[in-house]
């Protein structure tokens, strides 16, 4: 029958609007407001998923977030979550799911054999059992992922939409229960800016599964409610955030939340909107109001289907109008399971209550008894049947002293057992914040003590462990008048108090574990499979911190964070171990709350707009001309230019060759250039690079490099001084930033009292680097500088015109070329490109890519720093004793030249290798061994820092020609000592080549093509 | 996420600054005169304190500018805020959480 378990009227569920939903391939009905919980038990499904470890039949358990159950795959194909909580997901129309961790169905599963089995699969059972030998790890870990997994994740890219977004507030009330919704209405009415924040589709918390007896202000709670949410919609400042979960709270009150935007519409419903948002909360104030969550008790078969918290059970009677058991034992030890009981013998189900406490007082009791509640007082269930759904629960007195079972045990038939072990207070997010707990013995629960400073919040009501209605409103009213107050809104005081029904309470008995009889299966932790007996094997085995504890038996870390587990599992810790409570202290709660997708943390940052991309003005050039791309920092550089169907290796030595023989052009715009300007712009200089600019004359260029205090490169450049105090530096492309934020460094921290004045104007310049012997040619048609070799010599700049537009053109190679480097406002970028490509082609023009360019370079033993260096090399451990200036008094890192292990014999420096094989290209990385038959342990004297395939060097052997010939730079110990000598170097697969030491210019070592 | 506030712009979020380590760590006017122990202390050696320390930050995602602050490294309390060449608040000794 349809619906078989729903009541024919009540609850918050719109009747008019019938939905229709599969659940494991089967279509079922349901209704607009309820969960997939409630629809579920309406239909009358017991048995919803598969435990983790031992697969065992599992329902559902409460109502909430702390569901460590009802676990589902949502939807299929690329929209499939894994993981959701049936209690969590609002109903939507052709809805469908399946239970995870099932094979082949959820009512029969292969893997519950692992059930028989439990008592050899007890705690730290994979660490025991699948130890040795290590090759078959893997192997094991795949069955063991099989079987003990969770849900699937998606296949495909997930195709939903989210936003991550910033916002601000002076109030933020965590929680629309009553305790939230008071405090939001008094900071509300303060003016202040104010974010109620909620995760259900409607605020009111508990009161929405609460029946019109409960009064507020005079009338039902549920009109209260309604109330006070229109009052606070009419306030401009406040913002209710519906859907809401706060996931984590951090530093300076900056809490993040998952807004479930279309969640509840289902998959490509959602219009514009975005799926989920993940919001930045900034908070001036903060006030928890996050409720409780009730304890299990923890008994024999206590996880069976059909065993539900007492307060869920009332939830799915009152908000959602379905009846999960007709015939019902509510096992507690408190008074507020009654109203579970009362609620549902009015509805017609049998119930009778099993109570720990002997002779149970008060209103509740005598409201339950006067409706004719058989109440079984200090009694206990022992044991329970019905592994698909409970059938049969046997009862027996409890002794004194908490543990011992007295009498004959009873049996009672029943399909639902609701159970109330007492109240947790929410303390999640307080403790995130950096808060401190104190166990409070008289109320049996971790309550809030002390926030940090930093994290000012107030807790409010139930998660402050304050559990009866007046005062989680008076709480309310009094910490939102004063957040308010103290983020500079109202006076303080809080609103005329908002009256509402009482409830008192006897106190509770405590019951953390139930006797039984055998080995039954007493479950603390449900998601994880958790037993006592796991606690006590664990505390036998060692584990006495509560953190090896948690993390050997697992209890506490499913997706459900222990919600429902953990203090159960503190206060049976307690008893093993002989101690109070609070004497095994508390783990640590860690975001987030509630599972977020790392699609709503994303939010819009993926693809393009992930990571930025720099181009060059160039770009369309080089994407028409067939370029291939590398990434260098954000930029994109052509690496190569491949004709026809040539691969990089031919490219690349074509476009070497054609450089060496004509003229090759490179696109340099990315490399980093600052222009520095100021009377102390020298000055300054001086202490930057290591060598003499004082006299630099104006329009001349030079090289220059830059270390750290202790004496390292980071990073090198050629400099021009454009005029007296104006001077235009280049940096390495990637390292850019990084010496635009030392130079300012320097001059904000340390020398102040100079004038200079640093700008980046990388993006300002195009540059086409052209260099070859035909290089001065190509330039001359094009250009009104005077290009004669006395007139622009080497490292000098000219101003001028090129191809009719405004150009600086530096005369610097990297190349050992003639070569030049013109300089155009990065509007003409393209137009110069252009023009020299069209006019080059008369001399035979080619352009060439960044691999090309470290080739040509290396060729001349010029280093790429963060290549050929590391951070552990001095100018003089890569042969540059010439740039450091034996003149000057100070600058940066000199002091560290005298340092013992700087200035000692035998680092690591910089040479050339040759290989024995001309056609074998060294790995770069590869290590520099004494040995042709290398074995462990072995000394590396070094590494290969850079190697290549050269077509314009002549080895030893007189060995080149068109296929190449190899070159390789390296870092070796006492390198400079070791030229001619043979060494080896062992490859990751084996072998081992041999090369010789040699210097590490490789071509034209007189430098005559350069001054050309 | 820290709050900081930019003696320049105000308050902002962490992932607008980049920490600059120690602060009134000055660079030794004549490197040449003195040992390598004292050149050592001032490149290698911080004093890294469970408690107040007074430290460097630039707002980098922001004006660009260096300035200081005086941070509880327990706590990760900030107790003031001001610019580079001011001179720092004075900070009474005090009890923090221990987190």
């Given at each position: 029958?349809?619906?078989?378990?729903?009541?024919?009227?009540?609850?918050?569920?719109?009747?008019?609007?019938?939905?229709?939903?599969?659940?494991?391939?089967?279509?079922?009905?349901?209704?607009?407001?309820?969960?997939?919980?409630?629809?579920?038990?309406?239909?009358?499904?017991?048995?919803?998923?598969?435990?983790?470890?031992?697969?065992?039949?599992?329902?559902?358990?409460?109502?909430?977030?702390?569901?460590?159950?009802?676990?589902?795959?949502?939807?299929?194909?690329?929209?499939?979550?894994?993981?959701?909580?049936?209690?969590?997901?609002?109903?939507?129309?052709?809805?469908?799911?399946?239970?995870?961790?099932?094979?082949?169905?959820?009512?029969?599963?292969?893997?519950?054999?692992?059930?028989?089995?439990?008592?050899?699969?007890p705690a730290g059972?994979?660490?025991?059992?699948?130890?040795?030998?290590?090759?078959?790890?893997?192997?094991?870990?795949?069955?063991?992922?099989?079987?003990?997994?969770?849900?699937?994740?998606?296949?495909?890219?997930?195709?939903?939409?989210?936003?991550?977004?910033?916002?601000?507030?002076?109030?933020?009330?965590?929680?629309?229960?009553?305790?939230?919704?008071?405090?939001?209405?008094?900071?509300?009415?303060?003016?202040?800016?104010?974010?109620?924040?909620?995760?259900?589709?409607?605020?009111?918390?508990?009161?929405?599964?609460?029946?019109?007896?409960?009064?507020?202000?005079?009338?039902?709670?549920?009109?209260?409610?309604?109330?006070?949410?229109?009052?606070?919609?009419?306030?401009?400042?406040?913002?209710?955030?519906?859907?809401?979960?706060?996931?984590?709270?951090?530093?300076?009150?900056?809490?993040?939340?998952?807004?479930?935007?279309?969640?509840?519409?289902?998959?490509?419903?959602?219009?514009?909107?975005?799926?989920?948002?993940?919001?930045?909360?900034?908070?001036?104030?903060?006030?928890?109001?996050?409720?409780?969550?009730?304890?299990?008790?923890?008994?024999?078969?206590?996880?069976?289907?059909?065993?539900?918290?007492?307060?869920?059970?009332?939830?799915?009677?009152?908000?959602?109008?379905?009846?999960?058991?007709?015939?019902?034992?509510?096992?507690?030890?408190?008074?507020?399971?009654?109203?579970?009981?009362?609620?549902?013998?009015?509805?017609?189900?049998?119930?009778?209550?099993?109570?720990?406490?002997?002779?149970?007082?008060?209103?509740?009791?005598?409201?339950?008894?006067?409706?004719?509640?058989?109440?079984?007082?200090?009694?206990?269930?022992?044991?329970?049947?019905?592994?698909?759904?409970?059938?049969?629960?046997?009862?027996?007195?409890?002794?004194?002293?908490?543990?011992?079972?007295?009498?004959?045990?009873?049996?009672?038939?029943?399909?639902?057992?609701?159970?109330?072990?007492?109240?947790?207070?929410?303390?999640?997010?307080?403790?995130?914040?950096?808060?401190?707990?104190?166990?409070?013995?008289?109320?049996?629960?971790?309550?809030?003590?002390?926030?940090?400073?930093?994290?000012?919040?107030?807790?409010?009501?139930?998660?402050?462990?304050?559990?009866?209605?007046?005062?989680?409103?008076?709480?309310?009213?009094?910490?939102?008048?004063?957040?308010?107050?103290?983020?500079?809104?109202?006076?303080?005081?809080?609103?005329?108090?908002?009256?509402?029904?009482?409830?008192?309470?006897?106190?509770?008995?405590?019951?953390?574990?139930?006797?039984?009889?055998?080995?039954?299966?007493?479950?603390?932790?449900?998601?994880?499979?958790s037993?006592v007996s796991d606690l006590e094997l664990a505390s036998l085995e060692g584990m006495v911190s509560v953190?090896h504890t948690k993390r050997y038996t697992a209890t506490?870390?499913?997706?459900?964070?222990?919600?429902?587990?953990?203090?159960?599992a503190?206060?049976i810790m307690?008893?093993i171990q002989?101690?109070?409570?609070?004497?095994?202290?508390?783990?640590?709660?860690?975001?987030?709350?509630?599972?977020?997708?790392?699609?709503?943390?994303?939010?819009?940052?993926?693809?393009?707009?992930?990571?930025?991309?720099?181009?060059?003005?160039?770009?369309?050039?080089?994407?028409?001309?067939?370029?291939?791309?590398?990434?260098?920092?954000?930029?994109?550089?052509?690496?190569?230019?491949?004709?026809?169907?040539?691969?990089?290796?031919?490219?690349?030595?074509?476009?070497?060759?054609?450089?060496?023989?004509?003229?090759?052009?490179?696109?340099?715009?990315?490399?980093?250039?600052?222009?520095?300007?100021?009377?102390?712009?020298?000055?300054?200089?001086?202490?930057?690079?290591?060598?003499?600019?004082?006299?630099?004359?104006?329009?001349?260029?030079?090289?220059?490099?830059?270390?750290?205090?202790?004496?390292?490169?980071?990073?090198?450049?050629?400099?021009?001084?454009?005029?007296?105090?104006?001077?235009?530096?280049?940096?390495?492309?990637?390292?850019?930033?990084?010496?635009?934020?030392?130079?300012?460094?320097?001059?904000?921290?340390?020398?102040?009292?100079?004038?200079?004045?640093?700008?980046?104007?990388?993006?300002?310049?195009?540059?086409?680097?052209?260099?070859?012997?035909?290089?001065?040619?190509?330039?001359?048609?094009?250009?009104?500088?005077?290009?004669?070799?006395?007139?622009?010599?080497?490292?000098?700049?000219?101003?001028?015109?090129?191809?009719?537009?405004?150009?600086?053109?530096?005369?610097?190679?990297?190349?050992?070329?003639?070569?030049?480097?013109?300089?155009?406002?990065?509007?003409?970028?393209?137009?110069?490109?252009?023009?020299?490509?069209?006019?080059?082609?008369?001399?035979?023009?080619?352009?060439?890519?960044?691999?090309?360019?470290?080739?040509?370079?290396?060729?001349?033993?010029?280093?790429?720093?963060?290549?050929?260096?590391?951070?552990?090399?001095?100018?003089?451990?890569?042969?540059?004793?010439?740039?450091?200036?034996?003149?000057?008094?100070?600058?940066?890192?000199?002091?560290?030249?005298?340092?013992?292990?700087?200035?000692?014999?035998?680092?690591?420096?910089?040479?050339?290798?040759?290989?024995?094989?001309?056609?074998?290209?060294?790995?770069?990385?590869?290590?520099?061994?004494?040995?042709?038959?290398?074995?462990?342990?072995?000394?590396?004297?070094?590494?290969?820092?850079?190697?290549?395939?050269?077509?314009?060097?002549?080895?030893?052997?007189?060995?080149?020609?068109?296929?190449?010939?190899?070159?390789?730079?390296?870092?070796?110990?006492?390198?400079?000592?070791?030229?001619?000598?043979?060494?080896?170097?062992?490859?990751?697969?084996?072998?081992?080549?041999?090369?010789?030491?040699?210097?590490?210019?490789?071509?034209?070592?007189?430098?005559?093509?350069?001054?050309? | 996420?820290?709050?900081?506030?930019?003696?320049?712009?105000?308050?902002?979020?962490?992932?607008?600054?980049?920490?600059?380590?120690?602060?009134?760590?000055?660079?030794?006017?004549?490197?040449?005169?003195?040992?390598?122990?004292?050149?050592?202390?001032?490149?290698?050696?911080?004093?890294?304190?469970?408690?107040?320390?007074?430290?460097?930050?630039?707002?980098?995602?922001?004006?660009?500018?260096?300035?200081?602050?005086?941070?509880?490294?327990?706590?990760?309390?900030?107790?003031?805020?001001?610019?580079?060449?001011?001179?720092?608040?004075?900070?009474?000794?005090?009890?923090?959480?221990?987190?």
């Open positions: 029958m349809s619906q078989s378990r729903r009541l024919v009227k009540g609850g918050r569920i719109d009747r008019d609007k019938p939905l229709s939903f599969v659940f494991n391939g089967k279509t079922y009905q349901g209704y607009e407001g309820d969960t997939l919980a409630s629809a579920l038990i309406a239909n009358d499904v017991r048995v919803v998923a598969r435990s983790f470890k031992y697969h065992r039949p599992r329902g559902v358990f409460s109502a909430g977030s702390d569901e460590p159950n009802a676990i589902v795959q949502l939807e299929e194909g690329a929209a499939t979550q894994p993981d959701t909580l049936a209690t969590c997901i609002e109903l939507y129309d052709n809805l469908s799911a399946t239970s995870q961790n099932c094979w082949p169905s959820v009512e029969f599963d292969i893997n519950e054999i692992n059930s028989v089995f439990m008592r050899l699969m059972f994979y660490y025991k059992t699948f130890m040795w030998p290590a090759k078959l790890w893997m192997w094991y870990e795949g069955i063991i992922r099989k079987a003990a997994g969770m849900g699937l994740a998606p296949k495909h890219p997930d195709p939903d939409r989210y936003e991550a977004i910033h916002t601000h507030c002076d109030v933020l009330v965590v929680g629309g229960g009553p305790a939230g919704l008071a405090a939001a209405l008094a900071a509300g009415r303060t003016g202040a800016r104010v974010i109620l924040a909620d995760a259900q589709c409607e605020p009111g918390g508990d009161l929405l599964a609460e029946t019109d007896e409960l009064e507020i202000a005079g009338e039902a709670a549920s009109n209260w409610v309604s109330k006070t949410l229109a009052e606070l919609r009419d306030m401009p400042e406040v913002r209710i955030l519906e859907r809401t979960t706060i996931t984590g709270y951090y530093d300076y009150n900056w809490l993040t939340a998952l807004q479930k935007v279309t969640d509840h519409m289902g998959p490509d419903k959602g219009g514009n909107l975005p799926r989920q948002r993940f919001i930045k909360i900034r908070a001036r104030q903060v006030v928890l109001a996050t409720g409780a969550i009730e304890r299990p008790l923890v008994f024999a078969e206590n996880d069976r289907p059909g065993v539900m918290m007492a307060s869920a059970v009332r939830t799915y009677i009152n908000r959602y109008g379905v009846l999960p058991g007709r015939s019902m034992v509510v096992f507690t030890n408190n008074d507020t399971a009654y109203q579970t009981a009362i609620d549902a013998v009015r509805l017609g189900a049998q119930v009778t209550v099993v109570d720990a406490r002997p002779a149970p007082q008060g209103d509740v009791v005598t409201r339950a008894e006067a409706l004719g509640i058989q109440i079984m007082d200090r009694s206990v269930i022992t044991n329970l049947h019905g592994r698909m759904g409970v059938k049969c629960v046997t009862v027996q007195h409890l002794g004194e002293d908490g543990t011992t079972l007295l009498g004959k045990p009873i049996p009672f038939s029943c399909d639902l057992v609701a159970m109330s072990g007492g109240w947790n207070p929410t303390v999640h997010l307080f403790s995130q914040s950096g808060g401190k707990l104190r166990w409070d013995d008289d109320k049996t629960m971790f309550v809030p003590l002390a926030g940090p400073a930093i994290n000012p919040s107030r807790s409010v009501g139930c998660c402050n462990g304050t559990m009866d209605l007046p005062g989680c409103l008076a709480e309310g009213l009094a910490a939102g008048s004063k957040a308010a107050k103290d983020a500079g809104f109202g006076t303080g005081r809080a609103p005329k108090a908002i009256k509402a029904t009482a409830r008192p309470e006897a106190p509770l008995r405590p019951l953390w574990e139930v006797s039984c009889h055998g080995h039954k299966s007493r479950f603390h932790d449900f998601q994880n499979d037993k953190e506490g870390m499913g997706t459900d964070q222990g919600k429902t587990s953990n203090v159960n503190l206060a307690a008893r002989g101690r109070e409570i609070p004497a095994v202290g508390t783990t640590t709660f860690r975001p987030p709350y509630t599972p977020v997708s790392f699609g709503a943390i994303t939010g819009q940052d993926r693809r393009e707009l992930f990571e930025q991309v720099r181009t060059t003005a160039m770009q369309p050039w080089h994407v028409a001309n067939g370029a291939v791309f590398e990434d260098v920092g954000d930029w994109k550089r052509p690496r190569y230019f491949p004709q026809g169907s040539e691969d990089m290796h031919a490219a690349v030595l074509r476009e070497c060759k054609a450089t060496r023989d004509s003229v090759g052009i490179v696109d340099a715009s990315t490399l980093g250039k600052i222009d520095i300007q100021g009377p102390d712009a020298a000055k300054f200089l001086e202490m930057i690079y290591t060598n003499a600019w004082a006299k630099l004359g104006v329009g001349r260029c030079r090289y220059g490099v830059m270390l750290s205090e202790h004496g390292m490169i980071f990073d090198d450049g050629v400099t021009t001084r454009l005029s007296d105090n104006h001077y235009h530096m280049t940096t390495t492309t990637g390292g850019a930033a990084r010496v635009m934020g030392w130079l300012e460094e320097w001059l904000q921290t340390e020398w102040p009292e100079m004038e200079v004045y640093c700008t980046s104007v990388t993006e300002q310049w195009s540059v086409a680097s052209i260099s070859g012997p035909k290089a001065r040619d190509l330039l001359a048609g094009l250009t009104d500088i005077d290009l004669d070799p006395e007139a622009f010599p080497f490292m000098a700049v000219r101003e001028g015109s090129f191809a009719g537009v405004p150009a600086r053109i530096f005369r610097i190679s990297f190349t050992g070329e003639v070569a030049y480097e013109i300089n155009v406002p990065t509007c003409y970028g393209l137009h110069m490109w252009e023009t020299l490509m069209e006019h080059g082609k008369a001399h035979d023009i080619c352009v060439y890519g960044t691999e090309t360019l470290h080739v040509l370079r290396a060729e001349k033993g010029f280093i790429i720093v963060g290549q050929d260096t590391d951070g552990t090399c001095t100018p003089m451990d890569v042969g540059m004793d010439w740039i450091v200036s034996k003149k000057k008094a100070d600058f940066i890192g000199k002091r560290s030249f005298t340092r013992s292990d700087t200035a000692r014999e035998g680092r690591k420096q910089l040479v050339g290798l040759f290989t024995d094989d001309p056609s074998f290209v060294l790995p770069e990385g590869a290590h520099i061994v004494d040995t042709a038959t290398p074995k462990p342990p072995l000394r590396a004297l070094g590494h290969v820092t850079s190697s290549y395939m050269s077509p314009n060097v002549t080895g030893p052997d007189g060995v080149n020609g068109d296929k190449g010939r190899s070159i390789a730079m390296a870092l070796l110990q006492d390198g400079r000592n070791r030229m001619g000598d043979t060494l080896y170097v062992a490859l990751m697969d084996g072998r081992v080549k041999t090369v010789t030491v040699t210097d590490p210019v490789f071509f034209d070592k007189e430098g005559e093509r350069t001054h050309g | 996420m820290l709050l900081i506030q930019c003696p320049f712009c105000g308050e902002r979020d962490l992932t607008e600054f980049s920490h600059g380590g120690e602060a009134h760590i000055t660079r030794p006017a004549n490197p040449d005169k003195i040992s390598d122990e004292e050149w050592g202390d001032y490149i290698f050696f911080r004093t890294n304190p469970k408690g107040i320390q007074y430290e460097r930050w630039i707002h980098s995602h922001g004006c660009r500018r260096w300035f200081n602050a005086v941070r509880d490294t327990v706590s990760d309390e900030f107790l003031g805020f001001y610019k580079s060449g001011e001179q720092p608040p004075k900070i009474k000794r005090r009890k923090v959480l221990r987190k």
